[in-house]
């Protein structure tokens, strides 16, 4: 589960590489509360996952709602492999997949 941030001056940008199951969640979520806390947007790039669970559907879904109470954005490119996962799982609005 290789995870690649770079704090830029003016976002974030969080990359996602492999299988993220249930096991990735603590990492994750303390990732994403330390960017929450940063008040700056995040471009999050799921392009390079392979296999993504509904736990961490749910966390970055979460992350999502905190960041628009916020007020700062997240934007995300996703592989087609996590696109039809989150479809699958009923995240059809997930960033990246077809209603989202």
Known sequence: ?????DRLETHWLIRLEGDFTIASA???K???AEWLASRQD???DLAGVQE???TLLQLLAAAARE???AGVTVAASVSPEAAAEARDLGFERFPGTAGG
């Open 1 to 5: 589960m290789p995870v690649t941030v």
């Open 52 to 54: 993504i669970d509904v």
């Open 30 to 32: 303390d990732l994403l």
């Open 42 to 44: 995040l471009q999050l």
């Open 67 to 69: 960041a628009q109470r």
């Open 26 to 28: 603590p990492q994750l």
